[in-house]
């Protein structure tokens, strides 16, 4: 059983752990264990029941790939938030590739059509969840339909300017022959534009996922703690690997480690993608003095050798004879 499934959110290179543990978008961590705990009881080597050796293995690698590392994302409450903001982009950015989607189960088209989103989701969720892992073949092919649902859902709610319990203006997904009536009159002058409400939502800017790794690591390095900051700084590297202030905090937990190569390779990438950001330069400043100081060093211990060395040679031959 191949784990690559190309449908809803997967398909936008998204890993839908919602999808696969099979719990709502807004499940809580008790609802996440639960959930876990029954498909435990169906995948996991120590309890699968299926009937050939091939069919363990199928469970056992779709439970060790997709459903551990699934429930270790959604049960912790700050990595499930951290999830979440994940998914709030990832609303609008399907609000933006609209074009793009095309619905292959029919759950999820009638979801898109329906006037009652909350409850209609919940209701084929449901549908979806109960047989999803009845049978192994068929793992993949229902976790794949419930990442549509979620697809749809996430659209739905993060189309700007319309009420969620609304179908958005996804034309892929609607009946190519119906057409929308040219719209004529004072209406047409402010047709296609969002309204000022709708355009303040749209300049909100989300957090970041990888600040709240970056807050914990500078509450480690002022505690003199680098070692638990560089643990926290390679989480945030995991999801954005292109974030200067990472690796300039990064830069500075391996300084006070006094690992000065490894600090100079994460200013470098620091600089590389600002190189306003103010972390890197205070430790730009710091590796620069360590630099001079262990230079001027190098030069006086240099001088040192050649008067030794100096002398060496006076008293091997300039000695007083005997």
């Not at 996804?170 to 047409?188: F, I, M, R």
């Not at 709240?212 to 945030?236: G, M, S, V, W």
């Not at 205070?282 to 262990?294: A, H, P, T």
């Amino acid at each position: 059983m191949a784990l690559n499934i190309e449908q809803g959110l997967f398909k936008f290179d998204c890993i839908d752990h919602h999808a696969v543990l099979g719990v709502p978008l807004d499940a809580t961590a008790n609802e996440v264990r639960k959930r876990y705990l029954k498909i435990s009881r169906r995948l996991h080597p120590d309890s699968c029941t299926a009937d050939s050796e091939v069919s363990k293995q199928q469970a056992s690698q779709f439970f060790a790939k997709l459903v551990s590392p699934a429930y270790q994302q959604l049960f912790n409450d700050q990595s499930r938030a951290e999830h979440n903001v994940l998914l709030t982009r990832m609303g609008k950015r399907l609000v933006q590739e609209k074009e793009k989607i095309d619905l292959q189960s029919e759950l999820a088209k009638q979801l898109y059509k329906s006037t009652n989103l909350e409850h209609e989701y919940k209701t084929a969720l449901h549908k979806l969840v109960e047989k999803q892992y009845e049978s192994i073949d068929e793992i993949r092919q229902n976790t794949a339909q419930i990442s549509e649902l979620n697809l749809v859902y996430l659209l739905r709610k993060s189309s700007q300017g319309q009420s969620a319990s609304k179908p958005a203006e996804v034309t892929k997904l609607t009946n190519p022959a119906v057409t929308t009536p040219a719209t004529t009159g004072p209406a047409a002058a402010t047709a296609g534009k969002v309204p000022p409400v709708a355009e303040k939502k749209a300049a909100k800017v989300e957090p970041s996922p990888a600040e709240t790794y970056c807050r914990r690591a500078q509450e480690y390095i002022e505690k003199n703690y680098p070692a638990k900051a560089i643990l926290e700084l390679r989480d945030a590297m995991k999801m954005e690997p292109k974030n200067s202030r990472v690796h300039a905090l990064m830069a500075m937990a391996y300084l006070n480690q006094e690992q000065l190569k490894m600090a100079k390779i994460h200013l470098e990438s620091a600089l590389q993608f600002n190189p306003e950001e103010a972390t890197a330069l205070e430790v730009k400043k710091r590796i620069d003095m360590i630099e001079k100081r262990l230079g001027m060093r190098t030069t006086a211990a240099n001088k040192k050798a050649e008067s030794k060395s100096s002398g060496g040679l006076f008293g091997l031959f300039g000695g007083k004879k005997k």
